[in-house]
């Protein structure tokens, strides 16, 4: 039988973030397993413009891109007819109650990521939750704040763990990158750790403070030790951390970068150490997969969605964000062990192992074909 499946998303393409890498490769595997079974597959995006599509991810006649005409969106979801509807974000409920109440035929899912699913909802998003067929979670946290929180029945709760997008550029090679090291002032004589993570005034649960504090312990012990910190900030959160790297003497210490283009991603992880983002509020944590992807370990939080990607401890430490001596003796306990690079390619080799984009569109094939 010939299905429609239809990717609801809000931003997928014109920007990049955990909730956008997601949903490019759900979009990839969801048109690969529509080929496979010759099913008609659409992923619309309520914001994105047509040309902002990337096409290695699916062809131009595949995507549709309203470019915020959000009325000429609900209007045409509403006169869709799929078989299935896909909403990439719990923001895109009031489409899907009334796609299903036009057709109630038609399967509706949601993917849940994290935060903006574990705190309290509206009306229209509980409505939604519980009239849906398949809820996709990206972590076991996920589903388990969904159930307890919300009440929802977990039989239609399926985990399904992100993985690495198919078109990261993964490393072959596991040299620290020399253009990187004169741009930093480093040498290779420096331990480097390393957090890429949005900072914002209104988060505080990311946890580079805790590094930088943690930092300042350490310097005497590694004289030569550099914390760089990567990701975009507002003026708000710049002002505090640039307080806090002066309270704790590490100026000479942290290196603060800023936005990191996509493109150079890959060689930050190559150029540290150990990755490190103890978060209390993690649904999965993609950058730990892709830091793990280029033979980095991993130390995170034990609170949240972060253990799926560290697989309980396999790949990465897990630590208790609220015990700063915990993430002390993490970090030298790493430092303490060089990296090597046959351990570098072996933590790649394993991260992709159980991280991938061809497992992940299995998973979905069957999870369609019910």
């Not at 609900?74 to 974000?89: M, R």
């Not at 990465?316 to 964000?321: L, P, R, S, W």
Request: hydrophobic share 40%.
């Amino acid at each position: 039988m010939c299905k429609k499946v239809i990717l609801f998303t809000l931003q997928t393409f014109s920007t990049t973030g955990g909730i956008q890498k997601m949903t490019r490769t759900l979009g990839y595997s969801l048109y690969h397993v529509a080929q496979a079974n010759n099913w008609d597959f659409e992923l619309w995006s309520a914001y994105d413009k047509p040309d902002d599509l990337m096409p290695q991810y699916l062809p131009a006649k595949n995507f549709k891109g309203f470019d915020v005409n959000k009325i000429s969106f609900a209007w045409k979801a509403l006169h869709s007819k799929p078989n299935i509807v896909i909403l990439s974000h719990i923001n895109l409920s009031i489409i899907g109650l009334l796609i299903k109440f036009i057709n109630p035929k038609c399967e509706v899912w949601v993917v849940a990521h994290g935060i903006e699913i574990w705190r309290p909802l509206s009306f229209i998003k509980k409505q939604l939750l519980k009239r849906c067929n398949k809820i996709l979670c990206v972590s076991n946290y996920t589903q388990q704040e969904i159930v307890n929180r919300h009440g929802i029945n977990q039989e239609i709760c399926v985990v399904l763990n992100n993985v690495i997008d198919p078109f990261m550029r993964l490393p072959a090679a596991f040299n620290k990158p020399q253009h990187l090291i004169d741009r930093y002032g480093l040498d290779n004589s420096n331990p480097v750790i390393f957090t890429l993570t949005r900072m914002a005034a209104t988060e505080k649960y990311k946890g580079y403070e805790l590094v930088i504090n943690t930092i300042s312990k350490l310097k005497d012990q590694y004289p030569d030790i550099k914390y760089i910190l990567s990701g975009k900030y507002d003026t708000l959160e710049e002002v505090r951390i640039n307080k806090l790297i002066s309270e704790h003497q590490v100026s000479g210490q942290v290196i603060l970068t800023g936005f990191i283009e996509e493109a150079e991603l890959a060689d930050h992880f190559l150029l540290a150490d150990l990755f490190v983002l103890p978060s209390k509020k993690e649904g999965f944590g993609i950058v730990f997969i892709e830091a793990l992807a280029c033979g980095l370990p991993v130390i995170c939080g034990n609170t949240d969605g972060s253990v799926d990607a560290i697989r309980n401890g396999e790949l990465g430490k897990a630590i208790d964000t609220d015990n700063p001596i915990e993430l002390h003796q993490g970090i030298t306990e790493c430092l303490a062990c060089p990296l090597t690079i046959p351990k570098r390619k072996n933590l790649q080799e394993l991260c992709l192992k159980y991280f991938n984009a061809t497992d992940y569109t299995i998973k979905l094939q069957l999870l369609l074909k019910g």
